[in-house]
């Protein structure tokens, strides 16, 4: 059994992360957290999570990159905004989260085979390359990915959506990709380029 320590040092820190983070869009309200646990309280997956919202929020400020960064309470976030909506200091946490888990994607941060951030990741790629997604494509790629064992049991559904015509495999694409390209190097995305994880 290998012993690890929970207590973190401020060595553990990485200066200034707080900050990168409060200067993404939707995240500036991060500082004025005052830590009451209504963003926790509300959450219908604190449960299941290794650390909670309230947590994650503190270890932002405190710029405890990695711990949040490898936690999986950024990936089982489930965007229904309920922190939000309640929070007194109208922070926005659910955007605070996507920051965390676009950050963690770019930096390769994120436990292998992982299912939510290589979507995420197989997503983006097909509606850069494409212009927007086939469903059946996405899935399979993310089937190949993460488990692939899981599409030996799914034959039956995909026996039932090749009888129905809903199994297609067919790339569907947009005119003028190269355009969209452009705006979403202009918005941002085509700046992050996921590694793998390690």
């Known amino acids: ?26 995240c500036e309200q991060l500082q004025s957290c005052i830590q009451c646990g209504t963003c926790s309280g509300t959450c219908p997956l604190s449960i299941y999570m290794d650390f909670s919202p309230r947590q994650v929020m503190a270890l932002v400020r405190a710029d405890f990159k990695h711990e949040v960064l490898r936690s999986h309470t950024v990936w089982l976030c489930a ?6 909506v309640e929070c007194p200091r109208q922070i926005r946490i659910t955007d605070i989260m996507y920051a965390l888990k676009q950050r963690a994607i770019k ?3 994120y436990p292998k085979r992982f299912p939510i951030p290589i ?20 899935v399979m790629r993310l089937f190949l990915k993460a488990n692939w064992r899981a599409v030996l049991s799914s034959w039956r559904l995909g026996l039932g959506l ?16 190269a355009e969209l390209a452009t705006m979403l190097d202009a918005a941002g995305n085509g700046q992050v380029k996921p590694k793998e994880a390690a």
Do not use: N, P
């Open 162 to 177: 090749i009888r129905t015509g809903r199994f297609v495999i067919r790339h569907e694409r947009i005119e003028r990709r």
């Open 79 to 84: 965007s229904c905004y309920a922190c939000t």
């Open 1 to 26: 059994m290998r012993i690890q320590r929970t207590i973190k040092y401020e060595a553990d820190r990485v200066r200034g992360f707080a900050k990168e983070i409060m200067g993404v869009s939707g």
């Open 119 to 138: 979507l995420a990741k197989e997503f983006s790629e097909m509606v850069r390359s494409k212009g927007r997604i086939t469903e059946t494509l996405l």
């Open 107 to 109: 930096e390769g941060i």
